[in-house]
């Protein structure tokens, strides 16, 4: 027997993956800290889904529901659509594990675009597939350079929309484009993380499209604007080969019990979910202007979050600007493994904590 093997060694291309780093939760030292880091709402989560918890607490010997359907109902009814093409997840993040794992092998490729979403690239090699990167320009993705981009073994795209650290969407006629240019036998996966907060007349997250054609599938998360990222909740929208493949790999019980109650509450609780939207197109424009006033760059955001671009003078460059924030209490997103050297994204907090950040940022950059 060779020395090599006197260990267990993981698939190759395992340890080429460089693992997730989540945002920061901690300042060193500040009693009071701002976590602005992960896209979390400032509202937390409806009292209704608080309350599903809670009694989800007196049955916890039982195994959960291994099909969701309290939580798939609930989605399917709220959003008109058939339950048999939801499959829901622990986060939508396993969703899209659980579509790299079925779909993707050796010797195939997914596409991604430069600025993407980091776990797309750890579960494409996850599944020892090839993860190719694609430009986009000016923080959005191009529809042409991601179709050229298309070979033989291409077998799946993913495109964050919006997305994620840029802010940025691309309109419904452009995912059709994408979508009318591909082969049939390539998923295009639209991750609407970020759908509720959207408001466009242009936009669509993608229900239409799946609907629509065989190869779509959308993902959708309760981590955001419902405010339930520690119990972790994701859904999916698929035609039903699709889901079918999925449910045969799954976890039988992947959805824990408390979840699914939490999750099916909150998703019927629309008019919470409203006051998130609400709350938030309020600051996104004001923290758009505040900054664009100091004189920073702000990337237009349709999301939950902004993506602010930083001089590139000593002194006051995004890595300055993320401990001097951080300094006094907020803590924002350092996005350089996104591409992004010289800028920090910023979660829309609460009205404290923006202003905050906005009269921390007026000091930085000298104009108290
Ligand atoms: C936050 C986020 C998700 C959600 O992940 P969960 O696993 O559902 O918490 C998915 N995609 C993008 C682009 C995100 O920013």
Redesign the pocket.
Known sequence: MSAELNQPVPRPGILDIAAYVPGKEHAEGVAKVYKLSS?ETPLGASPKAMEAFKAAASNLEIYPDGQATALRQAIADVHGLNMANILCGN????LLGLLCHVYLGTGDEAIITEHG?L?YKIQIMGAGATAVTVKEKDCAIEVDAILAAVTPKTKMIFI?NPG?PTGTYAPVSEIRRLQAGLPKNVILVL?A??AEYVRKNDYEAGLELVSGNGNVVM?R????VYGL?AL???WMYAPAAIIDALNRVRGPFNMNAPAIAAGAAAIRDQSFMQQAVAHNLEWLEKLNNAFTDLGLTVTPSVANFVLIHFPDTDGKRAADADEFLTRRGFVLRAVRGYGFANALRMTVGSEEANLGVISALKEFMGKA
């Open positions: 896209n986060g939508s993040d396993e979403f776990v964050a994620n991750d993380a970020y993902t998360t309760f981590s955001k990222a972790r909740v994701g």
